[in-house]
């Protein structure tokens, strides 16, 4: 099921803020990100982003006022 801003979902009863840490090691894993971000702002809720990847990976795929980019290298190596 496809939600779309504008179908009327009540973002105050069940309004969520999401942070979302994900590793800017390569796009990998910042592009995989991406689908679940779309998804949870269009259900309502604001998305708080923590990584080290380039913003245009998220904004060249999300425009919206409820996403939020923080700049954090969270990378601690491979163990």
Known sequence: MRI?????VSASRNHLVFAYYVTGHGFGH???VVEVVRNLILAGHDVHVVTGAPDFV???EIQSPRLFLRKL???CGAV
Do not use: I, K
Request: aromatic share 8%; net charge negative; hydrophobic share 30%.
């Open 4 to 8: 779309e801003e504008n179908d009327g």
């Open 30 to 32: 910042a592009t995989r």
């Open 58 to 60: 998220f904004t060249s």
């Open 73 to 75: 290298v969270l990378d």
